[in-house]
């Protein structure tokens, strides 16, 4: 979906997805911070906008970073852990549901959003998870 | 450092910029190389300068020293900015410092914006520095992006209640409520045991100054029934938790009826639980292969001559680190050398002839414990050091123990050591126990013990506001080092309750009353009840929506956002994460995009 051009740095991963992830301030984004501080690595390309609670994301914030130049977008939900409301996950999913309907609309693949829950030492799983998705975005662009 | 060039386009000024006549200060931190050792801090601060509204950019080795305060201070005065952007480490750190630098200099606290460039950049890109360079560029523009939209917050506040639930009557908990409550603070200790004074309680004499665990906590419970202001409920559990910062209602189950408390602060002291290794590991199960506490226990009883079933024990070998810095428990308890040397001190004064032979793999007898490891070589110990991966074996040897182990220091001989007894120096592990982490939200570390925000900065503080954590759930620790915790965390919520008034996050929901259709969908959207609808009198009113409008209690709010997606007219914003900052943020992240 994006127009790609080579980088002006020669070994920049020019072919490497840009993503915008949504974390938590208390639960999932000590959990990213935990995968850097364990030095664990993913693509630079991979950036990270700290919110309250995932349940707070505006669908049309996710259509507008993908209109706007990302390939993806992953929802780092707080799963049964969120400290705000008990229902979290359904209401990030809803979120995710109508940010899908969308991007529908305008012909973007609804597979270009993603949510997964990331607790607070998620280091591991919040690697393996964006590693995959940058994985299998560099894929559709192939 | 330095990386190759930025691209033009990322280099150049923020072209998507439109200037906003904000007077924003840029603050890029080097932090001591752990950022610049990956990212050209020089480069990301060169490529901000000309960003629109960007007044001054600056990078320092540590923005969080007292003089980089100052300089940042000094800036906010000179050129009158109105805006802060620091570039440093996670938010968890330092966002406090930094707001209050702000205020001291005369800005808004709410008009600083704090990037993590380490935790989120430079750390995790360890293995590309041009990549951590332009993507801390990114992160940059995306805070001025949010810096340039920021208004003016003022905190609500709001009468604390001043009362302490204390989770835990271990050491640490008690000494915490003596603590609180010498500070005129009432203090509700709470206790799931039938008793308190939790392992300390059943040690004999502790190191370093021979104090006896029992007596220790007898004083404890002492000087806990001399102070009305503290109730002691045992055989009681936390098991709900409600309210605002500052004035929680805390539901206890005891063994009778539930009790429901307001505090204004909790402190958790809920302790550890020991390593129990598997069987047959090191020979335990085998009659003289003993754990640490076991071992204590042993000591504990009598004081003539050392007997193990009644037998006399003449040897004794020691294996440090049994199920510590191995695979499934990765960290050093820290404690444990100390306690097993304590121990072999305690086992010499019962016979100087008793043979005691150390099998360590790294001894950290830290601080003044050191001389306790030179008094037990002086009095006969010896030490014999293996490889990590040639750990000791044990076998049956009659009616005693064959202890095999293969000696470091005397150039990898084989050693083999028939002992009576063998202790297995077993270190902490996390205490389960998923109700409360449920009720508290409370964070969990790598190793599974309860997360400080810092073990340095803010070292009883959790993510949670108004809960903190001290003693041995929050990480291994000799009695000394808990009840310095627990005395730190008394520090804390004193300095919290004893004020009166506590502030409350001003970055709550806010509605837009000209945009607000009053259809009431956010009011059901909203757990706290902080949503309600009124008429034009500003009465709560049910009537038809178009002569109603959702107002948002601030003290309610929790600042969640959940309200704000449901809203089907984008009516309601986060403050400090309203809807043109987070959309201004992601383009910001994408200026320049190198595609």
Same mark, same amino acid.
């Given at each position: 979906?994006?127009?790609?051009?080579?980088?002006?740095?020669?070994?920049?991963?020019?072919?490497?997805?840009?993503?915008?992830?949504?974390?938590?301030?208390?639960?999932?984004?000590?959990?990213?911070?935990?995968?850097?501080?364990?030095?664990?690595?993913?693509?630079?390309?991979?950036?990270?906008?700290?919110?309250?609670?995932?349940?707070?994301?505006?669908?049309?914030?996710?259509?507008?970073?993908?209109?706007?130049?990302?390939?993806?977008?992953?929802?780092?939900?707080?799963?049964?852990?969120?400290?705000?409301?008990?229902?979290?996950?359904?209401?990030?999913?809803?979120?995710?549901?109508?940010?899908?309907?969308?991007?529908?609309?305008?012909?973007?693949?609804?597979?270009?959003?993603?949510?997964?829950?990331?607790?607070?030492?998620?280091?591991?799983?919040?690697?393996?998870?964006?590693?995959?998705?940058?994985?299998?975005?560099?894929?559709?662009?192939? | 450092?330095?990386?190759?060039?930025?691209?033009?386009?990322? /280099?150049?000024?923020?072209?998507?910029?439109?200037?906003?006549?904000?007077?924003?200060?840029?603050?890029?931190?080097?932090?001591?190389?752990?950022?610049?050792?990956?990212?050209?801090?020089?480069?990301?601060?060169?490529?901000?300068?000309?960003?629109?509204?960007?007044?001054?950019?600056?990078?320092?080795?540590?923005?969080?020293?007292?003089?980089?305060?100052?300089?940042?201070?000094?800036?906010?005065?000179?050129?009158?900015?109105?805006?802060?952007?620091?570039?440093?480490?996670?938010?968890?750190?330092?966002?406090?410092?930094?707001?209050?630098?702000?205020?001291?200099?005369?800005?808004?606290? =709410?008009?600083?914006?704090?990037?993590?460039?380490?935790?989120?950049?430079?750390?995790?890109?360890?293995?590309?520095?041009?990549?951590?360079?332009?993507?801390?560029?990114?992160?940059?523009?995306?805070?001025?992006?949010?810096?340039?939209?920021?208004?003016?917050?003022?905190?609500?506040?709001?009468?604390?209640?001043?009362?302490?639930?204390?989770? /835990?009557?271990?050491?640490?908990?008690?000494?915490?409520?003596?603590?609180?409550?010498?500070?005129?603070?009432?203090?509700?200790?709470?206790?799931?045991?039938?008793?308190?004074?939790?392992?300390?309680?059943?040690?004999?004499?502790?190191?370093?100054?021979?104090?006896? %665990?029992?007596?220790?906590?007898?004083?404890?419970?002492?000087?806990?029934?001399?102070?009305?202001?503290?109730?002691?409920?045992? %055989? $009681?559990?936390?098991?709900?938790?409600?309210?605002?910062?500052?004035?929680?209602?805390?539901?206890?189950?005891?063994?009778?009826?539930?009790?429901?408390?307001?505090?204004?602060?909790?402190?958790?002291?809920?302790?550890?639980?020991?390593?129990?290794?598997?069987?047959?590991?090191? %020979?335990?199960?085998?009659?003289?292969?003993?754990?640490?506490?076991?071992?204590?226990?042993?000591?504990?009883?009598?004081?003539?001559?050392?007997?193990?079933?009644?037998?006399?024990?003449?040897?004794?070998?020691?294996?440090?680190? *049994? %199920?510590?810095?191995?695979?499934?428990?990765?960290?050093?308890?820290?404690?444990?050398?100390?306690?097993?040397?304590?121990?072999?001190?305690? $086992?010499?004064?019962?016979?100087?002839?008793?043979?005691?032979?150390?099998? =360590?793999?790294?001894?950290?007898?830290?601080?003044?414990? #050191?001389?306790?490891?030179?008094?037990?070589?002086?009095?006969?110990?010896? =030490?014999?050091?293996?490889?990590?991966?040639?750990?000791?074996?044990?076998?049956?040897?009659?009616?005693?123990?064959?202890?095999? *182990?293969?000696?470091?220091?005397?150039?990898?001989?084989?050693?083999?050591?028939?002992?009576?007894?063998?202790?297995?120096?077993?270190?902490?592990?996390?205490?389960?126990?998923?109700?409360?982490?449920?009720?508290?939200?409370?964070?969990?570390?790598?190793?599974?013990?309860?997360? #400080?925000?810092?073990?340095?900065?803010?070292?009883?503080?959790?993510?949670?506001?108004?809960?903190?954590?001290?003693?041995?759930?929050?990480?291994?620790?000799?009695?000394?080092?808990?009840?310095?915790?627990?005395?730190?965390?008394?520090?804390?919520?004193?300095?919290?309750?004893?004020?009166?008034? $506590?502030?409350?996050?001003?970055?709550?929901?806010?509605?837009?009353?000209?945009?607000?259709?009053?259809?009431?969908?956010? *009011?059901?959207?909203?757990?706290?009840?902080?949503?309600?609808?009124?008429?034009?009198?500003?009465?709560?009113?049910?009537?038809?929506? $178009?002569?109603?409008?959702?107002?948002?209690?601030?003290?309610?709010?929790?600042?969640?956002?959940?309200?704000?997606?449901?809203?089907?007219?984008?009516?309601?914003?986060?403050?400090?994460?309203?809807?043109?900052?987070?959309?201004?943020?992601?383009?910001?992240?994408?200026?320049?995009?190198?595609?």
């Amino acid at each position: 979906m994006v127009q790609r051009a080579a980088s002006a740095i020669g070994d920049a991963p020019v072919h490497a997805p840009r993503v915008l992830v949504f974390s938590t301030n208390a639960i999932s984004d000590p959990g990213i911070d935990l995968a850097g501080s364990s030095h664990m690595h993913y693509s630079p390309e991979v950036v990270v906008i700290s919110l309250p609670c995932t349940s707070g994301v505006r669908p049309g914030w996710i259509l507008h970073a993908l209109e706007q130049g990302f390939d993806g977008v992953f929802i780092a939900a707080d799963g049964e852990e969120c400290g705000y409301l008990p229902d979290c996950t359904a209401r990030s999913s809803r979120i995710v549901q109508a940010a899908q309907t969308l991007m529908a609309e305008r012909g973007i693949d609804g597979s270009r959003v993603k949510m997964a829950a990331i607790c607070s030492v998620c280091a591991e799983p919040f690697t393996r998870q964006v590693r995959g998705f940058s994985e299998s975005l560099a894929a559709m662009e192939a | 450092m330095t990386t190759a060039p930025l691209p033009p386009q990322e /280099g150049a000024p923020d072209p998507g910029a439109t200037p906003s006549k904000r007077r924003i200060g840029v603050y890029v931190c080097h932090c001591g190389g752990n950022i610049s050792d990956y990212v050209d801090v020089e480069q990301v601060v060169a490529a901000v300068k000309a960003d629109a509204d960007v007044v001054v950019a600056r990078d320092a080795m540590f923005t969080c020293s007292d003089a980089t305060q100052q300089e940042i201070a000094q800036d906010i005065a000179e050129h009158q900015l109105d805006g802060m952007v620091v570039a440093s480490c996670s938010p968890k750190l330092h966002t406090l410092t930094f707001r209050s630098v702000a205020r001291r200099a005369g800005l808004n606290p =709410y008009e600083y914006t704090q990037v993590n460039i380490r935790e989120q950049c430079s750390w995790t890109h360890t293995d590309d520095h041009d990549g951590a360079t332009r993507k801390a560029l990114r992160l940059v523009r995306a805070g001025i992006a949010h810096t340039r939209l920021s208004e003016p917050l003022e905190p609500t506040a709001v009468e604390t209640v001043p009362r302490v639930l204390v989770i /835990g009557g271990g050491v640490a908990g008690m000494r915490a409520a003596v603590g609180l409550a010498d500070l005129g603070l009432e203090v509700v200790l709470v206790e799931r045991e039938p008793r308190l004074g939790g392992w300390v309680a059943r040690l004999g004499t502790t190191y370093p100054h021979s104090a006896d %665990g029992g007596d220790l906590v007898l004083r404890l419970d002492r000087e806990i029934r001399r102070r009305e202001a503290i109730t002691v409920l045992t %055989g $009681a559990e936390l098991i709900a938790k409600s309210g605002t910062y500052g004035d929680y209602q805390v539901t206890i189950r005891t063994e009778a009826e539930p009790i429901t408390f307001s505090v204004g602060q909790i402190i958790v002291t809920t302790g550890f639980d020991s390593y129990e290794p598997a069987a047959g590991e090191f %020979g335990y199960g085998i009659p003289g292969v003993l754990t640490l506490p076991e071992f204590t226990s042993l000591l504990k009883e009598g004081d003539g001559p050392l007997t193990y079933e009644g037998r006399p024990v003449r040897t004794i070998a020691y294996i440090y680190c *049994v %199920g510590s810095r191995g695979e499934e428990h990765a960290y050093c308890s820290r404690f444990c050398c100390s306690a097993a040397v304590h121990s072999a001190l305690l $086992a010499a004064d019962r016979g100087e002839e008793i043979r005691q032979y150390h099998l =360590y793999r790294d001894l950290r007898t830290y601080g003044r414990n #050191e001389a306790m490891l030179t008094e037990s070589r002086r009095r006969g110990s010896l =030490y014999l050091k293996f490889a990590d991966d040639q750990p000791p074996s044990v076998s049956r040897d009659g009616d005693g123990l064959r202890v095999t *182990v293969r000696d470091l220091l005397t150039a990898g001989e084989e050693v083999a050591i028939a002992a009576d007894l063998l202790v297995l120096v077993t270190g902490m592990l996390a205490r389960k126990n998923p109700e409360l982490i449920g009720t508290l939200k409370l964070p969990i570390g790598r190793d599974g013990f309860f997360n #400080e925000i810092h073990p340095k900065l803010r070292p009883v503080e959790t993510v949670v506001d108004g809960v903190l954590i001290a003693g041995t759930c929050q990480a291994p620790k000799t009695v000394a080092e808990s009840v310095a915790s627990g005395l730190a965390a008394v520090t804390q919520a004193a300095a919290v309750l004893k004020r009166g008034v $506590a502030e409350l996050d001003p970055q709550v929901a806010v509605v837009n009353p000209s945009a607000c259709t009053g259809c009431g969908v956010c *009011v059901d959207a909203c757990p706290f009840g902080a949503i309600t609808l009124v008429g034009a009198d500003g009465a709560a009113v049910e009537t038809e929506p $178009a002569l109603r409008t959702a107002v948002i209690d601030v003290a309610g709010c929790k600042g969640c956002g959940g309200c704000a997606p449901v809203c089907t007219v984008d009516a309601i914003d986060l403050r400090g994460y309203t809807d043109a900052q987070v959309r201004a943020m992601i383009d910001g992240l994408l200026v320049g995009a190198a595609r």
